[in-house]
T-cell receptor, first 114, second 113 residues
Framework: AQSVTQPDIHITVSEGASLELRCNYS??????LFWYVQSPGQGLQLLLK????DTLVQGIKGFEAEFKRSQSSFNLRKPSVHWSDAAEYFC????????????WGAGTKLIIKP | NAGVTQTPKFRVLKTGQSMTLLCAQD?????MYWYRQDPGMGLRLIHY???????AKGEVPDGYNVSRLKKQNFLLGLESAAPSQTSVYFC????????????FGPGTRLTVT
């Protein structure tokens, strides 16, 4: 069965430090790939997406993600985090034969140390 | 544009009571979804709709019903609430045509005692 794995439940990073959040998926073909962010008490917002083409994609709020086909990964990065980046981050995949559904990871909670 | 709105924001029910959660979107999106979010489990799809008058089951549909009588509204009903339905419920909409870009409401926190 298709699945999305975010191996880190929590990550703590100092303000100004770089960030990488991991996402791996299990699917036979290349899916559509997404990162969403959920700020405390709010709904989810799309950060960035990958459909095809350049494997390094830029998103909002200074985030980027790189698709690596050989590793079935779509890791999210930011060179320097800000306190306002504290949130929960969800990776999701859209499968071409999924009947319109996204498959979601369990989320990674980002904690920023001052 | 208000985007996606959800009513109510909070609710406490007793076991066996019923209620309806309302989701409304003003973006003329074709697809709408209801998810539940529980700690450590990410989002789980309850039901979805790909157009006015159509609904389909998601991953965890038991105990819930939905209706989409108007394109802009998607209702989620709990006929007989159970403590296992304590969760945060999110509605989302999507333009359609396999865009996969979902726009979320702020959520409804439901507690069943």
């Amino acid at each position: 069965a298709q699945s999305v794995t975010q191996p880190d439940i929590h990550i703590t990073v100092s303000e100004g430090a770089s960030l990488e959040l991991r996402c791996n998926y299990s699917y036979g073909a290349t899916p559509y790939l997404f990162w969403y962010v959920q700020s405390p008490g709010q709904g989810l917002q799309l950060l960035l997406k990958y459909f095809s083409g350049d494997t390094l994609v830029q998103g909002i709020k200074g985030f980027e993600a790189e698709f690596k086909r050989s590793q079935s990964s779509f890791n999210l990065r930011k060179p320097s985090v800000h306190w306002s980046d504290a949130a929960e981050y969800f990776c999701a995949v859209g499968l071409m034969d999924s009947n319109y559904q996204l498959i979601w990871g369990a989320g990674t909670k980002l904690i920023i140390k001052p | 544009n208000a985007g996606v709105t959800q009513t109510p924001k909070f609710r406490v029910l007793k076991t066996g009571q019923s209620m309806t959660l309302l989701c409304a979107q003003d973006m003329n999106h074709e697809y709408m979804y209801w998810y539940r979010q529980d700690p450590g489990m990410g989002l789980r799809l309850i039901h979805y709709s790909v157009g006015e008058g159509t609904t389909a089951k998601g991953e965890v549909p038991d105990g819930y019903n939905v209706s989409r009588l108007k394109k802009q509204n998607f209702l989620l009903g709990l006929e007989s609430a159970a403590p296992s339905q304590t969760s945060v419920y999110f509605c989302a909409s999507e333009p359609g045509l396999f865009s996969y870009e979902q726009y979320f409401g702020p959520g409804t926190r439901l507690t069943v005692t």
